[in-house]
């Protein structure tokens, strides 16, 4: 019988945290808005409430019925949540006056209580609240304590519900995966056998349920994602799969042979198509890098289109859709602006008439590279950069053209290859070359030279959503420099990009 956990989000940054955490663990759960109905059926093993951005004292707080939870199932309130748990069964909450933020050093007060379990006494924990919980809910008592926050912890007695306002989800709160680990484990009583291995495994059965022997269709991008879509959908219907990989003449240098290559390796039947001028052609004169990513999406529709038309009798198109993709987000301060429209497949479903497959649906994106070593793929085809679907148009600033792509192909290919040479292209979350349309003067020999200019930029990042510029030694960019110089053509400037994210972005555009 499947086991999962459900955790209801009142908007935390931290929410998707703890739905990492849980599935580090081992177990199945799924991230709901507070305000959506679900069934709370016999796989559902326990609840999680996130933190919120509101404070549970405002009118228009978030709120959710627990009747049906509470007392029923075991119930896990973290800093909102618990501070929910306080307000609403016979406790108080109130502003706090003392500093809730950052570090504190957790007092454990009740050893005996299954949350805490072999939690060492003083370990650090990470506090982020302005409110406090002044007195417990009914039936409650303290478990641990904090310097400044008396309710650090606390339990209900004659129920499996417990408070904690403080974040074991954050790396910060170093004991926080034992206490995540005690709730799963000895008071949810979860199996916790949710591995890359069971997951194939169902996987791949209900596949071959879903689809019997109809032809599914994908498009493969070079990427993680669709790349272990393809190989799970693979091992369920065979050559039933056919994939598409289009050359959008916006790759990196080699990069449609060497992945086209390696998909056939892998024994998936796979069709490259060659669209290179129908893009490029699109993309003259156009310099606004939204037109450029709207043409660039429309072009892929219309050739994924003509080429899976020639597929008879298709019925689905598959989709290497992940997790954060589809978690509903709870929006706290109205929608958010669209800094970037993502193209990639949208709009295609609607348009051929097709019914949707998405494998790695419940899947984080370090969970999707689990699968694939499980499923054998090759580790250099797991820990690929991201690499966006518009491809090196939104790193050449302006009008794209063949030549200004083959420049950028070429100093690409000398940052990436000396990244991987000198052992740095794991350290980095993605690195990238733009190509500015600023030409600056120089001197090669005795001639002066007025050429262009290439642009370094190498991240660290967890998730893309923030990101800070990789510390690159000082030598490794020195040669990178020279080589790009002295072999590009045209090229006589090379920078390097110390922007953050925020309040820059990973691409330029
Ligand atoms: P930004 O530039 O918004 O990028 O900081 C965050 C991450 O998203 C990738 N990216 C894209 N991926 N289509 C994609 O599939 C796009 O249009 C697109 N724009 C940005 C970017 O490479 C980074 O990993």
């Given at each position: 019988m499947a086991e999962k956990i459900l955790i209801f989000d009142f908007?935390?940054?931290y929410t998707q945290l703890i739905g990492r955490r849980l599935r580090e663990l081992n177990v199945y759960c799924e991230i709901h808005p507070y305000n959506k109905t679900v069934a709370l059926d016999d796989s559902v093993k326990g609840v999680v409430l996130s933190g919120s951005?509101?404070?549970?004292?405002?009118?228009?707080a978030p709120q959710l019925n627990l009747q049906p939870i509470k007392g029923r199932l075991p119930l896990l309130g973290v800093c909102y949540g618990a501070q929910y748990l306080a307000h609403h069964f016979g406790g108080a909450v109130q502003r706090s006056d003392s500093r809730e933020y950052g570090r504190a050093q957790l007092s454990v007060k009740?050893?005996?209580s299954p949350l805490l379990k072999d939690v060492a006494t003083n370990s650090q924990v990470w506090m982020s609240h302005g409110d406090t919980i002044t007195a417990l809910p009914h039936n409650a008592r303290v478990i641990a304590s904090t310097a400044d926050v008396d309710n650090a912890a606390f339990a209900i007695t004659g129920e499996p519900t417990y408070g904690l306002?403080?974040?074991?989800?954050?790396?910060?709160?170093?004991?926080g995966m034992k206490i995540l680990q005690n709730f799963v484990?000895?008071?949810?009583?979860?199996?916790?056998?949710?591995?890359p291995e069971s997951f194939i495994e169902n996987t791949v059965n209900a596949l071959k349920d879903t689809l019997g022997n109809d032809k599914v269709v994908l498009g493969l991008s070079g990427g993680v994602d669709s790349s272990v879509a393809a190989m799970l959908l693979h091992h369920a219907i065979g050559a039933n799969l056919h994939c598409i990989f289009v050359?959008?003449?916006?790759?990196?240098?080699n990069e449609f042979a060497e992945v086209l290559e390696s998909y056939r390796d892998m024994g998936l039947n796979i069709t490259g198509v060659d669209a290179t001028v129908d893009f490029l052609s699109a993309l003259v004169d156009v310099s606004d890098p939204e037109k450029k990513r709207k043409i660039i999406g429309r072009m892929f529709i219309e050739v994924f289109d003509r080429e899976a038309y020639k597929i008879e009798n298709v019925k689905w198109l598959a989709q290497g859709t992940i997790y954060p993709d589809v978690?509903?987000?709870?929006?706290v301060h109205g929608p958010s602006a669209t800094i970037k429209s993502h193209h990639n497949v949208g709009g295609l479903p609607d348009r051929m008439n097709l019914r949707v497959v998405e494998?790695?649906?419940?899947?984080?994106k370090d969970e999707v590279r689990r699968v694939g070593m499980a499923l054998g793929m090759k580790p250099e085809l797991l820990r690929r950069h991201p690499f966006p679907g518009p491809g090196l148009a939104v790193r050449i600033s302006g009008e794209v053209s063949k030549e200004k792509v083959a420049i950028l192909q070429e100093a690409d290919a000398i940052f990436i290859t000396g990244l991987r040479t000198a052992n740095l292209y794991d350290r980095v979350w993605q690195a990238a070359t733009i190509l500015l349309p600023v030409k600056s003067v120089g001197v090669m020999g005795d001639e002066r030279t007025y050429e262009s200019t290439i642009v370094l930029r190498a991240v660290t990042s967890t998730d893309g959503m923030t990101a800070d510029w990789a510390r690159l030694p000082d030598d490794f960019l020195a040669n990178v420099s020279n080589d790009i110089i002295n072999k590009?053509?045209?090229?006589n400037r090379v920078l390097y990009d110390i922007s953050s994210k925020p309040p820059a972005t990973i691409e330029w555009e």
């Open positions: 908007g935390s940054q951005p509101y404070s549970v004292r405002e009118a228009d009740d050893a005996d306002q403080f974040h074991p989800e954050v790396y910060h709160s170093t004991e484990k000895d008071v949810c009583g979860c199996r916790c056998d949710w591995t050359d959008n003449g916006l790759l990196r240098k978690i509903e987000s709870v929006s494998p790695l649906r419940s899947l984080f590009v053509k045209s090229v």
